[in-house]
């Protein structure tokens, strides 16, 4: 019981944006410890599990180096976070000490995760018809809140989706799914539009056609289903074309701009003056112009350092580039935040990491360890966040950490439950129950 609502609390964050899960997964991780040394014949680390540990020990060791020899002891801006690989591995040991408890855990999850979606869309549907934006959720702005709306979506799909098509399952689950999961569709969908997030709603432009398509290949199309998908497909047509025109006023600007600066660029031979005479522009969209002053401000850095980054002295450094009198310095681009600190160098090893989670998730499924379902939430779920990192630095908020825990947390229980010390796992959980 006490783990189900641990696993609750540590993707909490998809839902109240505050540091609840870092607390959750510590836990999670001390018990899986514990577990872990006490088990007599425990899985021993493969190269997955040291790369982890490795890359963790050099962001800490970094770190500490800039930290102790700048003069103003250089600490950056939440640095510490790319850390947090250190317990991925564990904390697949202890995805693998409550595997059986995962089904209600998950159920558990989405009945919150309506409940909340109900309350703040019924709050605020008023001020989502006039057109002005809304914050769904609990959280600190609205384009969090739409991140959050479209990973519950696309996990939601799937959930229902496993239901509908495994003839198996707990009918129990299956019948709360099917009434849970198509509120949850429908609530996300107004909840997105209402947050007036762009670059939430061209990362979803891309991901329901592959939402769409991946769909296509559980379900027969039958008279019954294939009429259920047309209604549902119009509702959502007609649903657009009745917003039209507050969806032109709201994203019309910025594509227009987008549209301008494209055919600058590609028509000129100073790119970099191109986007400075964009910055200047008085028709450039006030949101436009942050990113693109924050976007200049981040390549300046990463150009100068593309190899290591400039670590934790990259925010010293930052008080000295083109436009360090913009607002912000969360870069609003979640690759430039691991360019600016790590460079080139970290960018590869943060990417053989994920690259690694996918092939184990990937191959579980192939070995029937876990059901497609779960595979396919995983990897479009991936790749609808990985769409979001384009405008928004996610990755340095809640809901990109505990999306990065939990996530890293399944990839590795799949890993090890590959490997020939799967045996060992058995003998984890028993001690668990």
Request: hydrophobic share 55%.
């Amino acid at each position: 019981m006490l783990g189900g609502l641990l696993w609750v609390l540590a993707s909490s964050a998809l839902l109240v944006e505050s540091d609840t899960y870092r607390y959750a997964c510590a836990i999670l991780a001390v018990i899986a410890l514990v577990y872990y040394v006490k088990e007599p014949s425990r899985p021993r680390t493969n190269w997955l599990g040291w790369l982890c540990m490795g890359w963790a020990l050099y962001v800490l060791a970094r770190f500490a180096f800039i930290y102790l020899t700048t003069e103003h002891h250089d600490m950056g801006g939440s640095d510490w976070l790319f850390a947090f690989p250190l317990f991925f591995p564990i904390l697949g040991v202890a995805f693998a000490l409550y595997e059986g408890e995962m089904e209600r855990i998950i159920a558990a999850f989405f009945v919150v995760a309506v409940a909340m979606l109900a309350v703040t869309v019924a709050l605020t549907i008023g001020t989502i018809t006039t057109g002005v934006a809304v914050r769904p959720l609990v959280m600190n702005n609205q384009i969090h809140g739409a991140v959050a709306c479209g990973l519950i979506f696309v996990m939601s799909t799937f959930w229902l989706l496993h239901y509908l098509t495994t003839p198996d399952a707990d009918r129990r689950y299956a019948r709360l799914a099917y009434v849970v999961s198509p509120l949850i569709l429908v609530l996300c969908v107004i909840a997105i539009y209402g947050a007036k997030s762009k670059g939430v709603w061209l990362a979803m432009m891309f991901t329901l056609p592959v939402l769409a398509i991946v769909g296509m290949r559980y379900i027969k199309v039958r008279a019954r289903s294939g009429l259920v998908m047309v209604c549902a497909i119009a509702l959502l047509g007609v649903g657009i074309y009745a917003v039209r025109h507050n969806l032109d006023q709201t994203a019309g600007p910025t594509i227009k701009a987008t549209a301008s600066l494209f055919s600058s660029v590609l028509g000129s031979s100073n790119h970099a003056e191109t986007i400075t005479q964009t910055i200047q522009s008085d028709t450039t969209p006030v949101a436009m112009d942050e990113r693109l002053q924050l976007w200049s401000n981040g390549w300046e850095l990463f150009s100068s350092a593309p190899i290591f980054g400039w670590g934790n002295e990259w925010l010293e450094r930052w008080q000295h580039t083109r436009y360090a009198h913009v607002s912000y310095t969360l870069l609003h681009n979640g690759y430039l935040e691991i360019l600016v600190r790590f460079g080139l160098f970290g960018a590869v090893v943060m990417a053989l990491i994920l690259a690694s989670f996918i092939v184990s998730v990937c191959k579980a499924r192939r070995q029937g360890i876990i059901p497609r379902a779960a595979m396919h939430a995983y990897l479009v779920c991936i790749f609808f966040f990985a769409l979001t990192l384009l405008s928004n630095s996610n990755n340095r908020l809640a809901i990109g950490e505990s999306l990065a825990l939990v996530t890293s947390a399944f990839a590795c229980w799949c890993n090890l439950r590959l490997r020939p010390a799967q045996e060992n796992l058995a003998g984890l959980q028993a001690a668990a129950g």
